[in-house]
C-alpha cells in the first residue's frame, strides 16, 4: 500500500518569525479612515485612544514584513502552532474526486479558531505599553475565548461583550471565557450607556455584533486602563494572522504541490486574509484562484456596497472605505455568528473590487450539510463559519470529477464546531431554513 | 532566551506498530472470568456470541506485542496520531515548582479522547469477520462518540445506549455522535427489555453505565448482524490503548527525560493503562511510581473490595475478578461521567493489589479547580476526567516544591472538556459539593 502523506507537520521552531503586510503588494493605495464626525481622513495617532500603539503604527504601516516579537511567537509556540495542514483523503474517496483538497487546521488552537493569532500580539502590544485590561466584543464566542485566554496569558484583565443571542446559544462559550478568568456579559448590557438605551427600546434584544462594538468602545473610552481589541477587519488584525498562509506555503512546498484554489471563510476576513495574503504577496501563486466563501444570508461582497461605513452600529468608530451591507444590516440569526458582520476588511474589499479574488455565497443547510460530510470523512466537526469553505471545496472538488481533471485545493479550517453542535441538531432535526 | 522544547512531536510513520500486552507481565495468573449464571470459568470462545472474534483471541492473549493491522494504523494516523507529549511549563512557572511536568493529549483525537484507539480497531476487527452494526453504551459520551466515528469510517452502523442523565446533560456529545450518522437513545431506553422493565418501576431513572451495557448486550444477542464493543475494563480494550504509552516512550527519550511519577485517571481504566502499560512492560521505568486517580464519589481501588463481579447491572457480563463497589453501586452525579463506573479493569486491579501502582482519589471542586488552572496556564480545558490527573499532578509538583527536589512527572490528558463546560459553570458558579 503507498502511503499518502495525510499530515504535513512543521517542528514549533518553524512557527513564522514575521507577519506578512499585504498593503505594499496592493495595487493601488487604501482608501485612509475617516473621522465619523467629520468625516475627513484620519491621522493613525487619533487611534491611540482606542487601539495599542503599536497596533496603530501597524495600520498604517507599509513595511512588506514586521517581525513576530519573540514572546509573542513563544505564546503561539505554546499554543500549538505550527497548525497541521491535512490532506483530507477521505473526503477525497468519498466524493470520488481525482481533486487533492488539502485543510489548514486552526481548530487544534486551545481556544479552537484562529483568533489567538492575533488576541496573542495585541495583548502583548497592549501588556507592554502598561495596559491593564482589554475590552472586546465577541459574536460566534470564537474572538472572545481567544482574547481571554491572551489575557490570562499575559496577566490582564478581559472584558467581553457577547452578542445576547450567542450568549444565549452558546452557553459553553460563556463557560470557556470564564474559565480562562475572562468577564462576560450578554450585550446589549446595562453597563454601558448605548447598550442600556437599546434596552430600554427593547429589552428582548438579541444584540449584534455592531451594538457588540459600540459597547466595548464605550467601555474602553471611559477607562484609562483599558484598551480596545477587535479580531477582524483592520490591517494589523489581519497582518497577525498571516502566520496561517505563510506556514501553509512551507507545508506545501513539503508535499511539492501548488494550489490551483486557496478558499477561506469571510466575515470581516481575518482567516482569509492569514490563509490567502503570504500567497498574494508572492510571485509563486500567480494561478492561483482565491475564493471568499460567505454565508448568502450575509453576503458582503457578492451583494454589498464598495462604499465608505461604520464598522459598528452605533457610529463610533472611524468610517472605512469596505464593502459594506450598510452598518445598520441585521444579519438573520443563521448559525454562523462569526459571519454576520455587515462590512469586510478594507484590504479584502480593494482586491474583491480589483478582481484578484472571487467571492460565493451559500445558504446555511447546505454549508452544514457539508459540515457533517467533513465530519463523518475526517472526523472533525467544524464551525459552521468554516464549513462555509468546506462547501466551496466540495463543489469544486465535484466539478474536477465531472471535467476529469486533476486540482489542488486548499481551504482554511478556521475552527471546530464543538460549541456550535446547536446548529447542527437543529439541521438534523430539520428546523433550519437555507437562508 | 533558552528555548525550552515544550511539545515533542513525532511523525505520523512512527505511529507504534504493535500493541503491548501487559498479562504476560504480571506476577501472577490473571482469574479467569466466570460463567453468571454458573460461577464456572468461561471459555473465551463463549464470548464471542458478543464481541468480534479477534477481539476474544486479544482477551485470552499471552502473546508480548500482537500487531496492530494496517489499516487500523492508517485510521490512528488519519486520526491525529501519533498525539503530542507536552511540557506544562506555564503550570509549573504558576506553580514555582521545580518539578517537570509533561502531558500526553489524547484530546486531540477528532473525537476529544483516548476512546478512538481501540474503537477503531475493535470496529476493524468486527468488519473483518462480516458484522454491519455494532451495539455499545457511553457514560459521559467520549465512548459512544469514538464508536460514532469508527462505524462512519468503517462503513458499519453504530447504535449507542447513553446514559440518561448524559444524555440531557450532554446535548452537544448526542449531536456529535449524531453528525458522525450514529444512531444515540437515552438509556434506560424503549429499545430493550430491560430497559423497559426499568423504566417501568421509575420512568425517571437516570440511568448508569451498568443498565446501558445490559441494554447493549440484550440489543446485540438479539441480532445476528450486531456485535458489542466496550470502551474499557477488559484486557483487549486497554491493550489497543497501548499505542500512548508507547509514543510517551519515544518522546520522552527524545527530551532525554526518565519520570519520577505517571498519572492516568482511572473509571474502568483504559486512559491509564495505555499510558502506563508499555512502561510497566519495561526494565527502563524500575524507579517509576505509577498512580491512578479516581474521585472520591467513585473510590473503586481506594475503597472497594478484590473480589468477582459483574461488569453490568443486570448481571449478564461473566463475572470478573476486580476491584468493585458492587454491580449495584449507583455512584453520585458527579461531573466526571467517564469515572462513574463501580469496577476496575482486573489488570489494573492486579497491579493495585500487588502494590505496582497507587491510587489517590479526589473530590470533584478540587478536581475542577485544577481543571481551571490548567485551563489557564496551558490553555487547554480538560475532561473532568482528566482533571483527576492533573490535580494529582499539581499535588506533587506542590510537594516537589516544598521539599526543593526535581522531579519528572507525566500525566495523561484523556480528553478535552468542550462538551463538559456544564461542569466548570456550576463549578464558578459555586453549585457543587466537593464529592
Redesign the interface.
Known sequence: ?T?V???I?L???ETPKHFINIVPYLRRKLDPPLNPLTDEPMPPEALEAIFARECVKQEASTEKRIRIP?EVR?GL????RPTPLQRA??LEKYLKTPARIYFKRED?S???SHKLNTALTQAYYAQQQGVERLATETGAGQWGSAVA?SC??LGLEAMVYMVRISYDQK??R???M????GEVVPSPSTRTEFGRKILTENPDHPGTLGIAISEALEDTMKSDRTKYTLGSVLNHVLLHQTVIGQETIEQLNMVEETPDEVIGCVGGGSNFAGLSYPMLASDDFTNTKFIAAEPSACPTLTEGRYCYDFGDTAGMTPKLKMYSLGASFTPPKIHAGGLRYHGVAPTISMLYEDKKIEAKAYGQIDVLNA??TF???????PAPESAHAIKTAIDSALDAKENGREKVIVFGLSG?G??D??A??AL?QGELENT
Chains 1, 2 share one sequence.
Do not use: C, N, W
Not at 509556540?77 to 500549538?80: C, I, L, R
Not at 465530519?375 to 466537526?381: H, L, P, V, Y
Open positions: 500500500m502511503q502523506k495525510t499530515r507537520l517542528d514549533p521552531e519573540e513563544e509556540m505554546h499554543f500549538s483523503i477521505r487544534v486551545p481556544t479552537g485566554l490570562s496569558y452557553k459553553y460563556g463557560a470557556l470564564r474559565s480562562y478568568g459540515g457533517i465530519a463523518k470523512t475526517e472526523g472533525i466537526i471546530h464543538h460549541f453542535m446547536l447542527y441538531e438534523m
